[in-house]
């Protein structure tokens, strides 16, 4: 039984240009246009000629039952539902990553809410890690992110989840190619940022995938300094060991698809699915920290109050340590700052006057504690 649809509001979010890129791809002919009112397709059948008016404006009265109609002629031809047609068309236009959690233990396709909420969270971590990635290969990013992939971040959305265990799906769109399919065979300028991060996210699960199944019997730091160039950091790893939790068993299964925009077509070898077994996890999750603790110190702005301050000589000038409280991924921390005698007089104003300081240098864990190393600019913050 294929299932139709009876609400207007799903035809009435179709976009035209993306149900365009949809009949197009699909060998659709354009043979009448009408600027600012309709579009005429055909497409051959079983010897019968099919015929599709598409609208072109929105606000034309007829605009839902056109649509509703052109799903309708979809779904009998590619005999599939209405509901499957309409999702290939409102994605025309983006690039979708899917992401599938199977439990070993679910047999229902539900996952734990705890498990859930980690899906989305490192489900985030992950599109960064690729979006930093394609801007430059690194194995750790700090907390300074480049500005490019957080655009990209925030241009991200959520569909609904999918049945078939739990599925997860993230849109990105991305513009459409003004090339023809012939013209991209033989390369194409630049694509836009949005379609190189989710590519280079796809290639660096890929080079992850490849680095651990060497790794099980042979493990070794080379082979994870190898795959850093691909794009595999310790933000990626510590999101694919986020995604599956805690206690995930041997025969989990993580299972990363990518279904491209039509509307911007890739080369036929573009990676389409990644699986991770769950007995990876630990080896990823040590990739992890091997990738943390060998990067080398990244510059890093923090701002916070002056807590504690010490001298280093009891006689001469004031100077030396100096603790503040500040965020550090996301949790207030103690960052120790050793200062000279010119800081440490600003350190003691500001903790005389309750106000914050703002200062620049590399944060590094010494331990079980955060230093700021090489401070610059330290100075009573703006606003105080």
């Known amino acids: 039984m294929k299932v139709q649809i009876r609400d207007r509001e799903p035809f009435e979010r179709l976009s035209p240009s993306e149900v365009a890129t949809y009949l197009r791809t699909e060998g659709w002919r354009e043979v009448e246009h009408r600027p600012d009112r309709l579009s005429v397709w055909v497409s051959e059948a079983d010897g019968e000629q099919l015929e599709i008016l598409l609208p072109l404006r929105r606000t034309l009265g007829d605009f839902v039952l056109r649509m509703a109609e052109a799903v309708g002629t979809l779904a009998a031809k ?152 691909a794009g595999v950091s310790a933000n990626l790893c510590s999101a694919i060991v986020g995604m599956n939790g805690t206690e995930v068993q041997p025969s989990d299964e993580l299972r990363i698809s990518f279904t491209y925009a039509r509307s911007r077509p890739v080369e036929a070898a573009t990676p389409r699915e990644i699986i991770i077994p769950g007995d990876h996890i630990r080896l990823i999750d040590a990739a992890s920290r091997f990738y943390r603790s060998s990067a080398p110190p990244e510059e890093t702005d923090i701002r916070g109050a002056v807590v504690q301050l010490r001298r280093e000589e009891q006689s001469g000038p004031a100077a030396g340590p100096v603790t503040v409280m500040a965020f550090v991924e996301g949790k207030p921390r103690r960052v120790q700052i050793t200062l000279d005698e010119a800081g440490h007089r600003v350190a003691l104003q500001a903790y005389q006057q309750g106000a914050e300081i703002a200062c620049t240098g590399d944060l590094v864990k010494v331990g079980n504690s955060w230093v700021l190393q090489n401070p610059k600019g330290f100075s009573i913050a703006a606003g105080d």
């Open 78 to 229: 590619e005999n599939r539902s209405q509901l499957e047609i309409l999702s290939d068309l409102q994605t025309a236009g983006a690039d979708v990553v899917r992401v599938r959690f199977r439990h070993a233990n679910a047999t229902d396709g539900s996952i734990s809410l705890d498990q859930g909420e980690a899906l989305v969270e490192n489900a985030r971590e992950m599109m960064l890690a690729g979006a930093c990635a394609a801007v430059q290969a690194k194995a750790y990013y700090s907390r300074r992110r480049p500005e490019e992939a957080n655009r990209f971040l925030r241009g991200l959305r959520m569909g609904q989840t999918e049945r078939g265990s739990y599925i997860l799906t993230v849109y990105s769109p991305v513009s459409p190619s003004l090339h023809s399919a012939s013209t991209t065979l033989f390369g194409e300028p630049d694509p836009p940022f949005e379609r190189r991060a989710v590519t280079r996210l796809a290639n660096a699960l890929v080079a992850l995938r490849q680095a651990t199944d060497q790794a099980i019997t042979a493990p070794s730091e080379e082979i994870f300094e190898n795959v850093i160039s």
